[in-house]
């Protein structure tokens, strides 16, 4: 008899340790896979140049728009979030904005992260890969011949914080515009697993341990607001939403603290909001920032924005 329970708790102890990694699993796959989104169909008529490039780690093939303005003096990334693709990272068409650049002086480069629209399939990483794909396009633009330190980058949410990483390691990098990025991907798991999971905490452990398994990333140890301190002094403007429903405004506060970074934050209640909620005053400002921060080197003018929009900065 006692053998035969014995063997009933050890099938029951195996049933449930089966039955939990089955749902870290669930668990796993929806947060390491991104929902497919393709780029609105290249028409030509725009200017749009359809290329392709390698991540810097050599693992993905990254598509991309590249809007090349003329003379050449200096460019912009464009790198949208998860489940997004390129023209739509600021969660609402971002085509005029990147002619409105290029018609300024800077060209633009916007791309597909690993994973999503049409470039090579990966993982979620929430930036510790992406941002490789990032320095995968300084690499494509210096080899066409724009100088290190005339290379700005425009993140959006996840692309926020590869922006933030890619910018760490990578000193061509000139100038940051991260608009609602996290800080800490352990606060943000904290403050929105339940929300997007519907399940007990005990649970999430076993999902991050199968993640690290498939991504070799610990997600949990993410930190963006630690490359955020090493920039140097690096021209940064961080962008937020005052009521931000997924990621607080307190990460946008945090990381313009860490980079010593100018903050604007907006009236926006939605995730990544603020263009869709004045895309004229928010173009605005991106305009001044990019050609400030990149034309105004060595003794080239920037370019004027063609109407003057004061920027609120946070207290």
């Known amino acids: 008899?006692?053998?035969?329970?014995?063997?009933?708790?050890?099938?029951?102890?195996?049933?449930?340790?089966i039955a939990y990694l089955a749902v870290c699993a669930r668990i796993m796959q929806r947060f390491t896979r991104a929902r497919r989104r393709q780029p609105?169909?290249?028409?030509?008529?725009d200017g749009r140049d359809r290329v392709q490039f390698a991540s810097a780690d050599g693992r993905v093939l990254i598509r991309a728009w590249y809007l090349p303005a003329?003379?050449?003096?200096?460019?912009?990334?464009?790198v949208h979030g998860k489940d997004a693709c390129r023209g739509d990272e600021l969660k609402s068409p971002t085509l005029e904005l990147a002619l409105r650049l290029r018609a300024a002086g800077a060209s633009v480069l916007m791309l597909d992260l690993r994973g999503h629209g049409e470039s090579g399939a990966a993982r979620l990483t929430y930036g510790a890969h992406e941002q490789f794909d990032v320095r995968g396009a300084i690499d494509y633009l210096v080899a066409r011949g724009y100088e290190p330190g005339r290379i700005g980058v425009l993140g959006?949410?996840?692309?926020?914080?590869?922006?933030l990483m890619a910018a760490a390691a990578d000193a061509r990098i000139g100038a940051l515009m991260i608009d609602s990025a996290f800080a800490d991907f352990a606060t943000m798991l904290e403050?929105?697993?339940?929300?997007?999971?519907g399940l007990p905490w005990h649970f999430l452990p076993g999902a991050l341990m199968l993640a690290r398994c498939v991504t070799g990333v610990a997600l949990q140890r993410l930190r963006p607001i630690d490359a955020a301190a090493s920039l140097c002094g690096r021209p940064t403007l961080v962008v937020?939403?005052?009521?931000?429903?997924?990621?607080?405004?307190?990460?946008a506060r945090a990381i313009a603290a860490a980079a010593r970074a100018r903050l604007w934050v907006t009236p926006s209640n939605?995730?990544?909001g603020s263009y869709a909620l004045d895309p004229a005053a928010y173009s605005r400002i991106v305009l001044r920032f990019f050609t400030s921060?990149?034309?105004d080197r060595r003794g080239v003018r920037p370019v004027t924005a063609p109407e003057s929009e004061p920027l609120r900065l946070a207290a």
């Open 1 to 17: 008899m006692t053998s035969i329970l014995l063997l009933c708790t050890a099938a029951l102890a195996l049933l449930t340790g």
């Open 40 to 45: 609105e169909p290249h028409s030509g008529v």
């Open 70 to 78: 003329r003379p050449q003096r200096a460019a912009v990334v464009f």
């Open 156 to 163: 959006a949410s996840m692309g926020g914080s590869a922006a």
């Open 191 to 197: 403050q929105q697993y339940h929300k997007l999971s």
């Open 240 to 251: 937020h939403g005052s009521d931000d429903p997924f990621v607080p405004c307190s990460h």
């Open 270 to 272: 939605r995730h990544l």
């Open 293 to 295: 921060a990149l034309f």
